[in-house]
Every structure is written in C-alpha cells, then in structure tokens.
C-alpha cells in the first residue's frame, strides 16, 4: 500500500535562511511524487512534482524539490524563506503501477510551515 | 474558467441527517476524487472516479457513498451523519493518463455534525 510521511509536524525558520519540509513515502512500482501547499481556508496548490528524470525538480515560488529513491525521500526545499511562504505543506504520493495504486493519490499529514521575520 | 466548484461552502447537520456535496469541473477531466482533511491527519482520500459511471473506494469510505453520473460532476453522500464526520471535504480532478498528475482542488466544504 502507498503511504507518505511527513515527520515534522512544524518547521520554524527565519526570513532569508534556507528551508528544507520532509517527506518519505512508501509505493509499489516507480513513484510519483507531489509537493500541494495549502493557505488558510482554501484548497490545495500544486508547488512541484517528480515523474522521471533530473533528481533535482525546480517549480512554483522558488521551491525545489530532491528525490533520493535509495533513501525514499522527497524534501522540500527553499534557498530563502519568505514570509509568505507560510502556510500548510503536504507530500503526496501515487503509483505508476495499476496494483501500486495508479490512480490514487495518496498525502501525508502536512507540515506547518512558520517563517519569522 | 472556474477550474473545481464544490457547494455548498458551509453546511451544519444534526446526527441522523443526510446530506450531499456536489462537485463540479469544467476542464474535461476524467478523474475525480473526494477527500476529507482533518486536524494532524492531513488529506484522506474517501472515494474517487476514473471516469463517468465509476466509482472506487479510497482510505475511509465507511459512511459515505458518491455518483458519478454524469463526467463534470462527482457527488458525495451521507445517508445519516455521525459527529465524526464533521470535517473539511475537498473535491479534486485530474486529467487520465498522460497528463501530469496535478490534482486541481476546490475550495473545500466545511461541514459540521451536531
């Protein structure tokens, strides 16, 4: 079964330092691999994905993403945090196989993302 | 373009009622998904579609039920609302194969059971 962890349930940093979200997951087959952030009271917004390729995914926002498939992670990163980057980060995971849940996307709890000042 | 439309916003229930969230997309999309978001639970996924007339069961389908009758729309039912079912409910939609991947969600639907 697909699954997706986000051990941090927050992550404080400074305006201007770098930031790195968390995230490992567990799917049958060749993963797929999603970064949604979440402001208050709305729906998801798609940041990033991996499907094959460079290890390195660039997408919205400045945001970056490294896959390492011997770790199975998928970190979120940022080279300098903004204020605005607050808000509400899910990992998500679907497989590329039809038994290793091809249709189905699969997140992780979140993780609060607190950029100070 | 208005992307993923769910109704209503907000909606209060007594225990033992029924109710139905409607979800609408206007981009052709053949894969729909209902999800619920709770507090330190993230996103889990109750039911989804891979196209008109389907329907599959996700993590947490027990109370819920959907219809899929029509492509742009994806329905999802409570036949008789329990206090742990008030949540929020996002409604997503995807494009099948070849595309991306990208989920586009709807602004989620608040629900709460007395």
């Known amino acids: 079964a697909q699954s997706v962890a986000q051990p941090e349930d927050q992550v404080n940093v400074a305006e201007g330092n770098p930031l790195t979200v968390k995230c490992t997951y567990s799917v049958s087959g060749n993963p797929y691999l999603f970064w949604y952030v979440q402001y208050p009271n709305r729906g998801l917004q798609f940041l990033l994905k991996?499907?094959?390729?460079?290890?390195l995914v660039k997408g919205s926002y400045g945001f970056e993403a490294e896959f390492n498939k011997s770790q199975t992670s998928f970190h979120l990163k940022k080279p300098s945090a903004l204020v605005s980057d607050s808000a509400l980060y899910f990992c998500?995971?679907?497989?590329?196989?039809?038994?290793?849940?091809?249709?189905?996307?699969?997140f992780g709890a979140g993780t609060r993302l607190a950029v100070h000042p | 373009n208005a992307g993923v439309t769910q109704t209503p916003k907000f909606r209060v229930l007594k225990t033992g009622q029924s109710m139905t969230l409607l979800c609408a997309q206007d981009?052709?999309?053949?894969?729909m998904y209902w999800y619920r978001q709770d507090p330190g639970m993230g996103l889990r996924l109750i039911h989804y579609?891979?196209?008109?007339?389907?329907?599959a069961k996700g993590e947490v389908p027990d109370g819920y039920n959907v219809s899929r009758l029509k492509k742009q729309n994806f329905l999802l039912g409570l036949e008789s609302a329990a206090p742990s079912q008030t949540s929020v409910y996002f409604c997503?939609?995807?494009?099948?194969?070849?595309?991306?991947?990208?989920?586009?969600f709807g602004e989620g639907s608040r629900l709460t059971v007395l």
């Open positions: 981009m052709n999309h053949e894969y």
């Open positions: 998500a995971v679907r497989g590329t196989s039809f038994s290793g849940g091809y249709n189905k996307l699969i």
């Open positions: 579609s891979v196209g008109e007339g389907t329907t």
């Open positions: 997503a939609s995807r494009a099948p194969h070849g595309g991306s991947g990208e989920l586009f």
């Open positions: 991996y499907i094959t390729g460079d290890n």
